[in-house]
């Protein structure tokens, strides 16, 4: 397990100075909340996420579709994992809040690879992959993700930055 740290509001400095310029983290590729290529460029372990509606091309860059409110919705996950298969990329990744996860239409679940899930642990340390499966499992009723496709849990935010566990491959900056 890994821990990947990732904000709206990058402050690199802050960042480097509490987790150090090796933890990976997850920067936004468009949207009010775009990094910039010199944040980037801070960092040798990255994941790149797109948060934008309507925008399936962002797959090209970015590994991640961020799906809550204000962002993407359900109905732009079949176009961007199609725009990352067609890049060349079988890791195209979904990110989501436990609560909103039941939202998405099964069929369009069954095709994502891989889910980075949001759930606030609120406990000491980080939650195991079988914790956050349980725990959607309570919420949704239903177990809906096999455990290999949960890649990630962002399960602890501050002023700063949120912090996810990252359970699944890792494969950074692509």
Not at 65 to 90: M, N, Q, S, T
Not at 92 to 102: E, I, P, R
Request: net charge neutral; hydrophobic share 40%.
């Amino acid at each position: 397990m890994t821990t990947m740290v990732d904000g709206i509001s990058p402050d690199v400095p802050a960042i480097l100075n509490r987790w150090g310029s090796s933890t990976p983290v997850a920067c936004y590729v468009n949207g009010d909340y775009a990094w910039t290529k010199r944040q980037e460029a801070e960092f040798g372990r990255k994941i790149r996420v797109s948060v934008e509606s309507g925008q399936p091309d962002a797959a090209r860059v970015a590994r991640v579709l961020d799906v809550e409110r204000y962002a993407a919705g359900p109905g732009d996950i079949g176009p961007f994992l199609a725009a990352r298969k067609a890049a060349g990329h079988a890791d195209a990744t979904v990110y989501c809040n436990l609560s909103t996860f039941g939202q998405i239409p099964a069929a369009v679940r069954g095709e994502v690879p891989r889910w980075w899930l949001a759930w606030y642990w609120q406990r000491p340390g980080q939650p195991s992959a079988a914790q956050v499966l349980a725990e959607l499992h309570a919420v949704t009723g239903d177990v809906l993700v096999p455990a290999g496709r949960l890649w990630a849990c962002q399960y602890a935010s501050d002023s700063l930055w949120d912090v996810s566990a990252v359970y699944g491959q890792q494969d950074w900056s692509r």
